[in-house]
Every structure is written in structure tokens, then in C-alpha cells.
């Protein structure tokens, strides 16, 4: 399996080629949840008032306030304003009215029983994919329906102390590995062994973690917030693409 690139320090005016922020959803209450509300431009309303389950309302809000922190942060002062617009079952489509002309960044949202993490870059297109630790999948079951027959082979030659392990490693890369697909320029060629892409599997305590870029990361950092706060500088704007 590829290695994670090194993480490295940096500030918003030497930022890397890419950044892993992560939020524990569960440290924010209710009441704290709900004053974030108000940041939500009115497509992203609509669509969290139609969330059913509440679990699953909190991660699109908390989702949408981390991939605010991760524009602010790369592009800075300038990107006091975005616009959002929802399309059915892809990312979200983001513009900069403030720019002359549209600015790089690429993201991947991903979030798993509570936990919330975007991944940003204004080097190239992203995918990521979480899975939390506490909530085990079936891995089994999993195997049978998603891998093919090399990938099925593989596991099964590891060491049964290995498997969930390897299980994970190749879930969370053919995840992040679709969405990358997903996230490229409209017209690009599908990702392809040879083109400079790559996946890798980054280490944490209670995630597991799978990162695919569209080219090499000369470096990349992983960010674990301890709280959010709502961003008082970003207004949104509604634009349609219906």
C-alpha cells in the first residue's frame, strides 16, 4: 500500500499541496449546532431540512461550516463570499464571485458516525473516504459485493490479525479513488496507473482513513479540530444549476 506524503507545518501563505481537516462531531451540543444554522446558504437549507435523521442533518451542517474553514483558510480574505449549489448525488458546486476568475480548489467531504472531515487542495482534484474506528463494518459481506476477485485474494493471503486492516485500506481507497473520479474537470480522462495519481491510507486512533489525489502530494497535512465556530465573514449566495 502507498505511504502516507509528510505532514508538515505550515501557514495559510505557505499552505501544503493539500489539508485533512478532521472534526469529532460529538463535541458540539445542540444548542451550539443550531447557531450554526443561520451560515447554511438557501440551497443547503432545503437540503437539510430534508434530512430525516437528525445523526445525519448534524454531519451535513458540521460538513458544510469544516468545508468553509478549509476555503478561508486556502484562499484567504478574498473568498469572503462563495456560492453554493447543491446537485444531486455529486459534491457540491462552488464559485467565488469575488475572483476575477475562478480560483483552484478542489475538496472531498466525507463523515462517518459523527465524525466530519474535508479534504482541500489548490493543487489538484481530491477524494477521501472515513470510516469510524468504533463502528465496525461488515467486512465479510463487504468484500463479496465491492472487491474483485484480486482484491478478494490479496485479504485472504494476509494474516487473519491483518485483515480488517487490509479490509479497510482497499475500502476507503476504491471510496476516495470514486470520488477523485467524480471530482475531476469535466472531459478529463479517468485516472489511470501511470498518471502521476495516487492513494494512500493515513494514519488515526479512531478513523480509518483513505486519501486519492489526481497527481503526487509534495506535502500534506492533517488538521483535528477541537471545536468550530461559525464563520461570521462568509455569506453565501444562492446560485442554481437546475
Not at 446558504?41 to 445523526?55: C, N
Not at 469544516?66 to 484567504?76: D, S, T
Not at 447543491?86 to 462552488?94: D, F, G, I, N, S
Not at 465496525?136 to 490479525?161: I, T
Request: hydrophobic share 40%; net charge neutral.
Amino acid at each position: 500500500m502507498p505511504k502516507s506524503p509528510t505532514s508538515n507545518s505550515s501557514s495559510p501563505e505557505t499552505a501544503p499541496a493539500a489539508i485533512l481537516w478532521l472534526l469529532n462531531g460529538d463535541r458540539i451540543d445542540d444548542d451550539r449546532l443550531a447557531s450554526f444554522t443561520p451560515q447554511l446558504g438557501p440551497e443547503e437549507r432545503l437540503r437539510h431540512a430534508r434530512f430525516l435523521r437528525p445523526q445525519r442533518a448534524r454531519e451535513f451542517l458540521l460538513g458544510r461550516l469544516l468545508l468553509r474553514h478549509a476555503v478561508r483558510y486556502l484562499l484567504g480574505p478574498a473568498a469572503a463570499r462563495i456560492a453554493i449549489a447543491e446537485r444531486e448525488r455529486q459534491a457540491p458546486l462552488l464559485s467565488f464571485p469575488a475572483f476575477p476568475f475562478a480560483p483552484d480548489f478542489h475538496f472531498s467531504l466525507s463523515h462517518s458516525r459523527g465524525w466530519i472531515a474535508c479534504l482541500a487542495s489548490a493543487v489538484c482534484a481530491v477524494g477521501l473516504d472515513i470510516e469510524n474506528r468504533a463502528h465496525a463494518r461488515d467486512a465479510e459481506e463487504l468484500s463479496a459485493a465491492a472487491f474483485d476477485d484480486v482484491q478478494r485474494q490479496w485479504l485472504a493471503g494476509l494474516d487473519p490479525q491483518r485483515r480488517t486492516t487490509g479490509f479497510y485500506r482497499l475500502w476507503n481507497n476504491q471510496e476516495a479513488l470514486c470520488k477523485l473520479h467524480g471530482n475531476l474537470p469535466r472531459g478529463s480522462k479517468p485516472v489511470s496507473c501511470g498518471t502521476g495519481w495516487n492513494c494512500f491510507h493515513v494514519d488515526h486512533p479512531r478513523l480509518h482513513i483513505g486519501v486519492c489525489a489526481a497527481q503526487e502530494l509534495a506535502s500534506f497535512d492533517v488538521v483535528e479540530l477541537p471545536d468550530l465556530h461559525p464563520v461570521q465573514d462568509l455569506r453565501d449566495i444562492s446560485i442554481s444549476t437546475r
